[in-house]
């Protein structure tokens, strides 16, 4: 639920959210932010883990798009970098690869980053669609 709705971690040591999983479930026990960092991390590298057999398992090529924005109340920047693929009942199936904090809008660090991610299937990528305006075809075709 937190995760799922991006409720902040600290919600787990709130009076009320204590209060209302202990009516719903006495035998819940209450943990800590720590705790539950830990466990969202083990769950997103299972995860993660699942999808790169996926990919690799995977015989047909990908398109890989990616799509930058900056937050409005805090004025940070992110990218997301999503990989699609038509699976073997015919469905278009997408998956985000990465989400990552930039600190500069930089075209050169940027490409760097989305490089490394790309490594497992970059022999089955088909296209390379990057939004933002950002000059690829330098960095695609060196």
């Known amino acids: 639920m937190i995760v799922l709705h991006e409720y902040p971690l600290t919600m787990v040591e709130h009076l009320g959210f204590r209060k209302f ?3 719903i479930q006495p035998l819940f026990k209450n943990i800590s932010r720590g705790t539950l960092k830990k466990d969202i991390l ?4 299972h995860e993660r883990a699942k ?3 996926l990919f690799e398992e995977n015989t047909n090529r990908f398109a890989i798009t990616t799509d930058m924005w900056t ?3 805090q004025k940070k920047g992110f990218m997301a970098i999503m ?3 038509i699976d073997a009942s015919w469905s278009l199936q997408g998956r985000i690869i990465r ?3 930039i600190i500069r809008m930089e075209p050169q660090l940027i490409y760097e980053l989305i ?7 970059f022999n089955k990528l088909m296209v390379l669609d990057c939004v933002n305006g950002l000059d690829w075809l330098f960095y695609v075709t060196a």
């Open 21 to 23: 999983v202990g009516v």
């Open 115 to 121: 490089s490394v991610e790309l490594d497992f299937v």
């Open 71 to 73: 937050s409005s109340n």
């Open 51 to 53: 999808t790169m057999k």
């Open 99 to 101: 989400l990552m904090f």
């Open 42 to 45: 083990k769950i997103y590298e």
């Open 83 to 85: 990989a699609h693929y």
